[in-house]
Each structure stands twice: as C-alpha cells, then as structure tokens.
C-alpha cells in the first residue's frame, strides 16, 4: 500500500489543489452573482450550467483520454478551467458567466475521469477500496479548505478569481512531471437510463434526487447565506461545515449501509435528512453556531448518501455489467445536478430564505416515501442480503466528482426487477 501511494503522490497532491479550486470557485460564483444583484432564477441557471457541462464531459471525456492520452488531457483541461476563472471576473455578465460555467463542468468531469481512471489501474483488489477512499478523503479536504479561501480578499475583487487561476495551473505541475505509467483506456459499454430503472428504479431514482439536492446545497446555499444576511467570512463557514458534515459522516454512513438492509437504510437516512433540512429552516439565522451545527448534520446526513443509492443499484448488476450501469448512474446524476439550483431558485423567489431548505427536504421526502413503497410492495424476502458495490467508495457529481466507474465488484446475483 505504501509502495503504492509512493507511486501516485503527484495526483494526489495536484488532485488536494484540484478541490481548494472547486470548492472555492463554487461558492465564490454563487455569492458573487447574488452580490451583482443576479436574479436567483438566473442565478440558478448559471450554477446548472457547469453540471450541463459535465454532463458533456461524461459523454466525451473517455474519447478525448484514448485520442491525446491522460497526462496531455490533465493538462490541457486545467489550463481550460484556469481560462474560465479569470474570464469570470473579466465580464461580469450572467450569460458570459453560463458559458464559462459549462467549459469549467466539461473540463473539470475530464479531470475526474483522468484521476480516477489513474488510481483504479494503479491499485489492485486488496487496496483498491482504500485508495479510492483516501482520494475521496483528499478531495473533500480540498473542497473544505476552499471555503477559507473567500476570507483572503473581497469577492467584489479581482484576486480571488487569479488565486483559483494560480492553483488550478499548478495542479497540472506535478501531474505532467510525473513519470508514473498512464492507464489503458478500454471502451466502455453502456446500459441506457430506461433499463437501468426497470431494474433498480429505487437506487436510480435515489441517484437522481440526491445529486439534485447536492447541486442545490453547492449551487444555492451561498444565495441563501446572502439573503439571510451573512457576511463573507460567514458565507465560507457555512459552506465549510456542510462539506465537513459530508467528511467525517462518509465513511460510518457507508458501513451502515454495507451492514444492513441496503433498502432500509437508504429510505431511513433521506427521512432523516429531510427532516433536519426542516429542522434547519426553522432555526433562527441570528444565532450563527446553532446554524452552522445543523446545516454540518443536515450536509452529513444527506451529502453521503449518493454513496448509498450507487451501490443499491450496482447491487443489482452482475459483475461484467458494473461499469455500464456506472456509466449510467453518472449520466442520471448529472441531469438531476443540472436541475437542482432551477428547482431551489423559484423557491427562494417565493418563500425567501427558508425555500432553500424546504426544497431540500422535498427532494429528501419523495426519496424516502418512494422507498416505503418500494419495500411494501416488493420486500425482499430470501434475496435480502444481497450486496454489491461498497457505499463506502464514492464520487459525488453535486460537488464535481464522478464515480470510480472502472472498480471492480463481485454480487450475488442479477435480481429480477420483481423481486424488489
């Protein structure tokens, strides 16, 4: 393992510069646009864009890999996204900053899909769960360590936007200097979304609601921090404590989920979720810790649990489909993404502040109302213990991430959709 991490140091590291950008840049636009005076429905549609994109960079990202190879393709998309933070604070127009959006998604799923593909050659069966983790580990570090990047200047100014620009190059320096062996890209197969959900319609429709109410939490929230009043250095901690919920409740909410009744678990932990989104509107926004301790559950809670409903679906493929149904799982989440700052924005037009957690509970409830029906209406009965993909290792498309697509799985069985 040691020999291992020794070997691929270099993406790690470009890959902790890699999340101090995301997270930064995220929040940064968001608060920005509400500073501008944008409408929260434009708002909401600028966000979107940079799903939309990744959407793009899902379909086209493996092609560009095998054309040009991963090094050159890193390297090309961070000078992309290091163009597209600086063209943000050039023009400070809404649908400039749309389309830079969307380059910044396409380039960033590239990223992901180089790293990824990277570690799952570089680790084997015995450690793969572990590397994946601990980039996951890294990678959420980054993004929290972001957030603290907004209190280094105003983000009316120019400087936070060439900071993000700077450590974006400089995460392509240790990558491109690198002289570890680059993966083999192999085609990879495909499962279309129709079919996937005959066989894991509650996994799938899962997917799609969580990365929905993800891309609300990193699109919007800093809206919602605005509107309630807070202050820059506020902004970054409320942002801060949701990505350290998600953090430290990863890998105990996976474990959970591995060791009990997948189904149950997931249906239990959206109720749970949806209720302290409910919790959290009704909390009064003067007492700052009180908000940032429920906003960090209610991310903790409800952050991880794309983890869940991916493996509940991969719980239901055989060993040779995984990878298609991955591909799946990503292209489902990503649409759910690019509809969730949309769906959240109308609400704060009509309801104020609190509409950005009861859209958030809304999304959480019909998860876990479909799922009571799912298990009375079709419990599992001797198939119970069926367990596939770990819901420990996982990548969130509401924070930028993709999931380790190419991990290989072992399963039980491909259940028929009737007996669940």
Not at 66 to 85: D, I, W
Not at 223 to 252: C, D, F, K, R, S
Request: aromatic fraction near 10%; include cysteine; hydrophobic fraction near 55%.
């Amino acid at each position: 393992m040691r020999k291992k991490l020794t070997s691929i140091w270099p993406l790690f590291f470009g890959m902790l510069l890699i999340g101090l950008c995301v997270g930064a840049q995220g929040t940064l636009i968001s608060l920005r646009a509400a500073l501008e005076g944008f409408p929260n429905t434009l708002t909401g549609l600028i966000m979107s864009a940079y799903y939309l994109g990744f959407l793009l960079g899902a379909h086209r990202g493996q092609k560009v890999i095998k054309r040009v190879g991963h090094v050159r393709t890193f390297g090309a998309l961070t000078a992309l996204s290091s163009l597209c933070v600086l063209l943000h604070s050039l023009y400070i127009n809404p649908w400039a900053w749309f389309a830079t959006r969307f380059l910044t998604g396409f380039a960033m799923c590239g990223i992901y899909l180089v790293a990824e593909s990277w570690l799952n050659q570089a680790a084997d069966d015995s450690n793969r769960g572990k590397i994946m983790s601990l980039y996951m580990i890294t990678l959420l570090g980054g993004i929290l360590g972001g957030q603290f990047l907004l209190n280094l200047a105003d983000p009316r100014s120019f400087e936070l936007f060439s900071l993000i620009s700077i450590l974006m190059s400089a995460a392509a320096i240790p990558i491109l200097a690198t002289a570890t062996p680059t993966p083999v890209v192999t085609p990879t197969p495909s499962i279309s979304p129709l079919k996937l959900f005959q066989w894991a319609p509650f996994g799938l429709m899962g997917v799609f609601l969580i990365q929905m109410c993800s891309a609300m939490v990193f699109g919007m929230a800093p809206v919602y921090a605005n509107m309630v009043g807070l202050g820059t250095h506020q902004v970054a901690w409320l942002m801060a404590a949701i990505v350290a919920g998600a953090l430290v409740l990863q890998w105990p909410l996976g474990m959970l989920a591995d060791r009990f009744n997948r189904r149950l678990v997931a249906t239990t932990l959206t109720a749970i979720a949806g209720a302290l989104a409910l919790t959290a509107s009704l909390l009064p926004t003067e007492n700052f810790i009180l908000l940032l301790v429920s906003v960090g559950i209610f991310g903790g809670f409800a952050l991880p649990l794309y983890a869940v409903f991916s493996a509940l679906v991969n719980d239901y493929m055989r060993p040779e489909k995984i990878v298609a149904a991955s591909s799946t799982i990503l292209l489902v989440g990503g649409v759910g993404a690019s509809v969730g700052p949309l769906v959240v924005a109308p609400f704060l037009d009509a309801v104020g502040p609190r509409g950005f957690f009861w859209s958030c509970a809304i999304s959480l409830f019909t998860i876990s109302l479909y799922g009571l029906y799912r298990m009375a209406r079709f419990p599992y009965s001797a198939r119970q213990d069926v367990h596939g993909m770990s819901a420990q290792s996982v990548g969130t498309v509401g924070t930028g991430l993709v999931p380790p697509a190419a991990v290989k799985t072992e399963t039980k069985a491909d259940i028929n959709r009737d007996d669940f």
